[in-house]
Protein backbone atom coordinates (compact mmCIF):
# COMPACT_ATOMS: atom_id res chain seq x y z
CA UNK A 1 0.00 0.00 0.00
CA UNK A 2 1.22 3.14 -0.89
CA UNK A 3 0.52 6.92 0.74
CA UNK A 4 0.58 10.07 -1.09
CA UNK A 5 2.13 12.56 1.57
CA UNK A 6 3.15 16.49 0.74
CA UNK A 7 5.81 18.37 2.78
CA UNK A 8 4.95 22.03 3.43
CA UNK A 9 5.99 24.85 5.78
CA UNK A 10 5.34 27.89 7.56
CA UNK A 11 8.18 30.05 8.09
CA UNK A 12 10.74 26.71 8.24
CA UNK A 13 8.01 25.00 10.83
CA UNK A 14 7.95 22.28 8.42
CA UNK A 15 5.42 18.96 8.52
CA UNK A 16 4.35 16.39 6.54
CA UNK A 17 0.49 16.92 5.39
CA UNK A 18 -1.76 13.36 4.39
CA UNK A 19 -5.41 14.07 3.44
CA UNK A 20 -6.89 11.15 5.55
CA UNK A 21 -10.22 11.43 3.29
CA UNK A 22 -8.18 9.33 0.52
CA UNK A 23 -5.43 7.44 2.91
CA UNK A 24 -7.07 6.98 6.88
CA UNK A 25 -4.46 6.66 9.09
CA UNK A 26 -4.63 4.39 12.25
CA UNK A 27 -1.71 4.86 14.48
CA UNK A 28 -0.17 8.04 13.52
CA UNK A 29 1.63 8.61 16.63
CA UNK A 30 3.99 6.06 15.34
CA UNK A 31 4.33 7.32 11.96
CA UNK A 32 4.89 10.64 13.17
CA UNK A 33 7.89 9.62 14.61
CA UNK A 34 8.94 7.47 12.68
CA UNK A 35 8.65 9.99 9.28
CA UNK A 36 9.97 12.94 10.99
CA UNK A 37 13.43 11.25 11.44
CA UNK A 38 15.53 13.43 9.44
CA UNK A 39 18.13 10.78 8.40
CA UNK A 40 15.86 7.79 8.79
CA UNK A 41 12.86 9.20 7.76
CA UNK A 42 11.24 12.26 5.67
CA UNK A 43 12.57 14.74 8.09
CA UNK A 44 10.36 17.50 9.61
CA UNK A 45 8.53 18.92 13.03
CA UNK A 46 6.05 16.26 12.91
CA UNK A 47 2.51 15.35 10.82
CA UNK A 48 -0.53 16.85 10.28
CA UNK A 49 -3.41 15.02 9.23
CA UNK A 50 -6.46 16.97 7.38
CA UNK A 51 -9.85 15.18 7.85
CA UNK A 52 -13.36 15.69 7.04
CA UNK A 53 -15.48 17.55 9.91
CA UNK A 54 -19.09 17.92 11.18
CA UNK A 55 -18.36 21.14 12.83
CA UNK A 56 -16.31 22.66 10.48
CA UNK A 57 -15.57 22.68 6.69
CA UNK A 58 -12.32 20.49 7.41
CA UNK A 59 -10.39 19.10 10.36
CA UNK A 60 -6.76 19.33 11.60
CA UNK A 61 -5.14 17.05 13.51
CA UNK A 62 -1.53 17.49 14.74
CA UNK A 63 1.66 15.04 16.01
CA UNK A 64 4.95 16.79 17.28
CA UNK A 65 7.94 14.77 16.56
CA UNK A 66 8.33 12.55 19.33
CA UNK A 67 4.77 11.49 18.58
CA UNK A 68 2.65 13.41 20.94
CA UNK A 69 -0.59 14.84 20.05
CA UNK A 70 -1.02 18.68 19.97
CA UNK A 71 -4.17 20.85 20.16
CA UNK A 72 -3.33 23.15 18.06
CA UNK A 73 -0.69 24.41 15.09
CA UNK A 74 -0.54 27.46 13.45
CA UNK A 75 1.54 27.66 11.26
CA UNK A 76 0.34 23.70 10.27
CA UNK A 77 -3.09 25.57 10.18
CA UNK A 78 -1.70 28.03 7.27
CA UNK A 79 -0.87 25.18 5.41
CA UNK A 80 -3.95 23.18 5.61
CA UNK A 81 -5.85 26.44 4.14
CA UNK A 82 -3.34 26.23 1.24
CA UNK A 83 -3.13 22.57 0.22
CA UNK A 84 -6.86 22.28 0.65
CA UNK A 85 -7.62 25.16 -1.96
CA UNK A 86 -4.65 23.98 -4.17
CA UNK A 87 -5.27 20.34 -4.68
CA UNK A 88 -8.68 20.86 -5.20
CA UNK A 89 -10.82 20.11 -2.33
CA UNK A 90 -12.43 23.60 -1.93
CA UNK A 91 -12.58 26.88 -3.66
CA UNK A 92 -13.48 28.33 -0.69
CA UNK A 93 -11.23 31.36 0.25
CA UNK A 94 -12.57 31.22 3.81
CA UNK A 95 -12.32 28.68 5.76
CA UNK A 96 -13.21 26.95 9.02
CA UNK A 97 -10.86 24.67 10.26
CA UNK A 98 -12.25 22.45 13.65
CA UNK A 99 -8.94 22.05 15.73
CA UNK A 100 -8.58 19.83 18.89
CA UNK A 101 -8.67 23.97 20.66
CA UNK A 102 -11.88 24.89 18.37
CA UNK A 103 -13.12 26.18 15.03
CA UNK A 104 -10.59 28.39 13.60
CA UNK A 105 -10.84 30.39 10.37
CA UNK A 106 -8.76 30.84 7.65
CA UNK A 107 -8.34 33.55 5.60
CA UNK A 108 -6.97 32.90 2.05
CA UNK A 109 -4.41 35.10 0.23
CA UNK A 110 -4.07 34.04 -3.40
CA UNK A 111 -1.14 35.22 -5.99
CA UNK A 112 -2.64 34.02 -9.12
CA UNK A 113 -3.95 30.36 -8.51
CA UNK A 114 -1.56 29.91 -5.74
CA UNK A 115 -2.11 30.55 -1.94
CA UNK A 116 0.54 32.98 -0.67
CA UNK A 117 -0.40 33.93 2.58
CA UNK A 118 -3.46 32.73 5.44
CA UNK A 119 -4.67 34.83 8.07
CA UNK A 120 -5.81 32.91 11.14
CA UNK A 121 -8.25 34.21 13.21
CA UNK A 122 -6.72 32.54 16.31
CA UNK A 123 -9.28 33.03 19.08
CA UNK A 124 -8.31 33.99 22.42
CA UNK A 125 -5.53 33.51 24.12
CA UNK A 126 -5.96 32.18 28.06
CA UNK A 127 -4.57 31.56 30.80
CA UNK A 128 -2.24 34.89 30.93
CA UNK A 129 -0.54 34.98 34.04
CA UNK A 130 2.89 35.63 35.16
CA UNK A 131 5.44 33.05 36.70
CA UNK A 132 7.89 32.64 39.39
CA UNK A 133 10.11 29.77 37.46
CA UNK A 134 12.40 29.77 40.81
CA UNK A 135 16.07 29.59 41.94
CA UNK A 136 18.20 27.33 39.70
CA UNK A 137 17.52 28.60 36.33
CA UNK A 138 18.66 31.06 34.13
CA UNK A 139 15.86 33.06 34.24
CA UNK A 140 13.58 33.65 37.18
CA UNK A 141 10.32 34.87 35.68
CA UNK A 142 8.36 34.20 32.56
CA UNK A 143 4.69 34.42 31.22
CA UNK A 144 2.54 32.04 30.33
CA UNK A 145 -0.21 32.27 27.16
CA UNK A 146 -2.83 29.18 25.98
CA UNK A 147 -3.19 29.71 22.68
CA UNK A 148 -5.29 26.22 22.52
CA UNK A 149 -1.87 24.77 23.60
CA UNK A 150 0.44 26.18 26.29
CA UNK A 151 3.19 28.30 25.89
CA UNK A 152 5.85 29.83 28.41
CA UNK A 153 7.49 33.42 27.38
CA UNK A 154 10.52 34.33 28.49
CA UNK A 155 11.68 37.73 27.97
CA UNK A 156 15.52 38.93 27.83
CA UNK A 157 17.89 41.28 26.35
CA UNK A 158 19.49 39.26 23.70
CA UNK A 159 17.95 36.20 22.62
CA UNK A 160 21.09 35.30 20.24
CA UNK A 161 22.92 34.71 23.33
CA UNK A 162 20.27 31.75 24.54
CA UNK A 163 21.70 28.50 24.17
CA UNK A 164 18.38 26.93 23.66
CA UNK A 165 19.35 23.08 23.33
CA UNK A 166 19.97 23.75 27.06
CA UNK A 167 17.56 26.29 28.26
CA UNK A 168 14.55 24.52 26.28
CA UNK A 169 14.85 21.75 27.40
CA UNK A 170 14.76 22.62 31.55
CA UNK A 171 11.44 25.15 30.67
CA UNK A 172 9.74 22.46 28.81
CA UNK A 173 10.39 20.08 31.60
CA UNK A 174 9.79 22.47 34.65
CA UNK A 175 8.10 20.91 37.80
CA UNK A 176 5.49 23.74 36.82
CA UNK A 177 4.18 22.04 33.68
CA UNK A 178 3.06 19.01 34.48
CA UNK A 179 2.02 18.61 30.52
CA UNK A 180 5.22 20.30 29.56
CA UNK A 181 4.97 23.52 27.58
CA UNK A 182 6.49 25.13 24.53
CA UNK A 183 9.14 27.60 25.25
CA UNK A 184 9.43 31.18 23.36
CA UNK A 185 12.68 33.26 23.92
CA UNK A 186 11.75 37.03 23.07
CA UNK A 187 13.44 40.51 22.51
CA UNK A 188 11.60 43.56 22.49
CA UNK A 189 13.47 45.50 19.11
CA UNK A 190 13.73 49.22 19.37
CA UNK A 191 10.77 49.60 16.10
CA UNK A 192 9.11 47.66 19.27
CA UNK A 193 9.04 44.10 16.76
CA UNK A 194 10.28 41.14 18.66
CA UNK A 195 12.81 38.87 17.59
CA UNK A 196 11.68 35.43 19.39
CA UNK A 197 13.72 32.37 19.17
CA UNK A 198 11.73 28.66 20.45
CA UNK A 199 11.75 25.22 21.82
CA UNK A 200 8.77 23.25 20.84
CA UNK A 201 7.35 20.91 23.57
CA UNK A 202 7.58 17.62 21.53
CA UNK A 203 9.61 18.65 18.65
CA UNK A 204 12.88 20.97 19.91
CA UNK A 205 14.23 23.95 18.22
CA UNK A 206 11.87 25.00 15.34
CA UNK A 207 12.65 27.71 12.71
CA UNK A 208 9.53 29.39 14.13
CA UNK A 209 6.03 28.59 15.98
CA UNK A 210 2.44 30.13 14.70
CA UNK A 211 0.94 29.61 18.49
CA UNK A 212 4.04 30.70 20.09
CA UNK A 213 4.41 33.95 17.82
CA UNK A 214 0.86 34.76 18.94
CA UNK A 215 1.98 33.68 22.78
CA UNK A 216 5.03 36.57 22.64
CA UNK A 217 3.02 39.28 21.34
CA UNK A 218 0.00 38.64 23.69
CA UNK A 219 2.75 38.31 26.65
CA UNK A 220 4.25 41.69 25.39
CA UNK A 221 0.88 43.14 25.67
CA UNK A 222 0.41 41.68 29.25
CA UNK A 223 3.81 42.93 30.54
CA UNK A 224 3.48 46.34 28.98
CA UNK A 225 6.49 45.70 26.20
CA UNK A 226 3.90 45.39 23.21
CA UNK A 227 1.95 47.08 20.81
CA UNK A 228 -0.90 46.48 18.47
CA UNK A 229 0.43 44.67 15.39
CA UNK A 230 3.86 43.26 15.88
CA UNK A 231 5.74 41.17 13.75
CA UNK A 232 7.61 38.21 15.06
CA UNK A 233 10.56 38.09 13.72
CA UNK A 234 12.09 34.09 13.98
CA UNK A 235 14.49 31.57 12.80
CA UNK A 236 12.95 30.55 9.92
CA UNK A 237 10.50 34.11 8.29
CA UNK A 238 8.31 36.70 10.60
CA UNK A 239 4.51 36.40 11.41
CA UNK A 240 2.51 39.35 11.86
CA UNK A 241 -0.14 39.14 14.62
CA UNK A 242 -2.55 41.49 15.39
CA UNK A 243 -4.08 41.12 18.89
CA UNK A 244 -7.28 42.80 19.45
CA UNK A 245 -8.22 42.77 23.27
CA UNK A 246 -11.09 44.54 22.75
CA UNK A 247 -12.41 41.74 20.66
CA UNK A 248 -10.30 38.96 22.98
CA UNK A 249 -8.93 37.37 19.54
CA UNK A 250 -5.87 37.37 17.94
CA UNK A 251 -5.21 37.41 13.83
CA UNK A 252 -2.16 35.63 12.40
CA UNK A 253 -1.04 36.50 9.09
CA UNK A 254 1.97 34.76 7.68
CA UNK A 255 3.55 32.83 4.68
CA UNK A 256 2.38 28.84 3.59
CA UNK A 257 4.63 26.91 1.21
CA UNK A 258 4.72 23.48 -0.49
CA UNK A 259 8.60 22.17 -0.46
CA UNK A 260 7.43 18.49 -2.21
CA UNK A 261 5.06 15.75 -3.10
CA UNK A 262 5.94 12.01 -1.94
CA UNK A 263 5.04 8.78 -1.67
CA UNK A 264 5.38 6.13 0.97
CA UNK A 265 5.48 2.73 -0.10
CA UNK A 266 3.97 1.04 3.42
CA UNK A 267 4.92 -2.45 2.17
CA UNK A 268 8.64 -2.47 2.48
N1 LIG B 1 4.49 24.59 15.57
C1 LIG B 1 3.26 24.85 16.12
C2 LIG B 1 2.84 24.24 17.42
C3 LIG B 1 2.94 22.71 17.40
C4 LIG B 1 2.47 22.03 18.67
C5 LIG B 1 3.35 22.25 19.88
N2 LIG B 1 4.67 21.73 19.74
C6 LIG B 1 2.64 21.65 21.11
O1 LIG B 1 2.97 20.53 21.53
O2 LIG B 1 1.76 22.32 21.68
C7 LIG B 1 2.68 26.20 15.77
O3 LIG B 1 3.06 26.73 14.71
O4 LIG B 1 1.82 26.70 16.47
Request: with cysteine.
Amino acid sequence: MKIEFTKMHGAGNDYIYVNTLKYPLVQPETFAKEWSKPHTGIGSDGLVLIGPSEKGDFSMRIFNADGSEAMMCGNASRCVGKYLYEYGLTDKKEIALETLSGIKTLYLHLQGENVDSVTVDMGAPRDIRTVDLGNGYLFREGTTVNMGNPHLVIFTHDVSAIDLLSEGPSMEHHPLFPNRVNVEFAQILPDGNIRMRVWERGSGITQACGTGACATAVAAAFTGRGKGKTDIIMDGGTLTIEYQPQNDRILMTGPATKVFDGTINMDR
